[in-house]
């Protein structure tokens, strides 16, 4: 078999590739370990940058998002017995961030692929990548009982965060940052808290209360990486998310808890982004806390790049762009790595915090939420900058 771009993973940034470059009459095929079912049925992230949702929605991808996703114009930072709103509408002229879980956009994404003709292969095994330092890579695979073997002209590594693309890449930087805390998540079946989401400093560590849809909330709380969630029954996960918020005034809404997980907590960039005629995009090239959610759109963010220059080369023979994806896609990355930390050290409790660090933390809070220019800094890093033209 041939195709142009061979893709290893149907993740945001897999998919989200597959259909820009078809709108651009570029092929491509896209392999997966997982099943439909699964990718269609993992709850992950849920919070659209305002580049993202444009993006889909210019694509025509954008459809059930703009009816069911959630548009969110601000969030609230819980600290020193209040809620202080970042106003994003004000603060980066009328942007804003959606609420739509991941899974939803990887729905939408498969059945426009399908729709369009495209070639999704899931549940393959033995995925092998080879010939990247040549003209002519290729991807092996097994699918529904017979071996396959694609030959493109470009590989994309869109594998996630357990990568084995990425191995490929001779002589690259694994550049981690791992910390010293995990998150509590829960989905539970229980109307929003809060219109917009909360982020909580408290004494025992950081919450957050977001949401999902009109009947399920998504929450989390700060815990040891080691914690059981079998630990943790539905009363006491409860009682500890609102003592996490009930100094700033907020309440919580509760219910049934229907999953429960603890989330690590790293930062991971993989320099370079490429090698020859390979390029990794998404979690197999960075991966940050959940703090602000850039993951999904980071994902986005370098297939679009990556979009670009497979059609500069494909319409020009310009390899300027794909020679410079690393270069390009870094600056963005990098931003949001700093912002993902940012957000974590100003608002998690860390291991031997004294008072005095505690009374720092609540100064850089009041900073940010009561200078203009800080509160602006905040604003537009959370929507997300513009995508590089
Ligand atoms: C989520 O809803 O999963 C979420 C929202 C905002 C974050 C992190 C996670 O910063």
Request: proline share 4%.
């Amino acid at each position: 078999m041939r195709t142009q771009v061979g893709i290893v993973g149907a993740g945001p940034a897999g998919l989200m590739l597959a259909h820009l470059l078809h709108l651009r009459g570029i092929d491509s095929v896209v392999v997966d370990l997982r099943t439909r079912e699964d990718i269609e049925h993992t709850i992950k992230a849920g919070v659209l940058e305002q580049s993202t949702v444009d993006l889909m929605t210019e694509t025509g991808v954008g459809d059930r998002l703009r009816r069911e996703g959630s548009v969110h114009h601000g969030i609230n930072l819980a600290f020193g017995g209040a809620l202080h709103r970042i106003d994003f509408a004000a603060l980066t002229n009328g942007r804003a961030v959606t609420v739509y879980p991941q899974h939803e956009v990887l729905t939408d994404l498969i059945a426009r692929r399908l729709a369009d003709g495209g070639d999704l292969r899931f549940g393959v095994s033995g995925t092998r990548v080879e010939g990247i330092s040549g003209d002519r890579p290729s991807i092996r695979f097994t699918h529904e009982g017979s071996e396959q073997r694609v030959e493109c002209d470009f590989v994309v590594g869109a594998d996630g965060s357990h990568s084995t693309t990425r191995a490929l890449i001779p002589g690259r930087a694994d550049l981690f940052r791992e910390y010293p805390f995990a998150w509590f998540g829960i989905l539970a079946e229980a109307p929003p808290s809060s219109g917009e989401l909360i982020y909580a400093h408290s004494d025992r560590g950081f919450a957050l209360i977001s949401t999902r849809s009109p009947t399920v909330q998504r929450l989390y709380f700060q815990c040891d990486p080691h914690t059981d969630p079998g630990d943790w029954p539905d009363d006491r996960i409860w009682e500890e998310l609102s003592a996490r918020v009930a100094g700033a005034g907020a309440v919580v809404k509760t219910g049934p808890v229907f999953q429960k997980s603890v989330l690590r907590f790293r930062s991971f960039v993989c320099e370079p982004m490429q090698h020859g005629r390979l390029f990794l995009a998404g979690d197999a090239a960075h991966t940050v806390p959940p703090t602000g959610q850039k993951g999904l759109n980071l994902a986005v963010a370098d297939v679009y790049l990556l979009d670009r220059a497979l059609a500069a080369y494909y319409e020009r023979r310009d390899t300027s762009l794909l020679d410079g994806y690393t270069a390009t896609a870094l600056r963005r990355v990098w931003r949001a790595q700093h912002f993902s930390w940012w957000m974590t050290s100003m608002l998690h409790r860390f291991d031997g915090t004294n008072d005095f660090d505690v009374r720092r933390q609540l100064a850089e809070l009041d900073l940010v939420t009561g200078s203009a220019s800080a509160a602006t800094t905040l604003a537009e890093n959370y929507v997300g900058l513009p995508l590089t033209p």
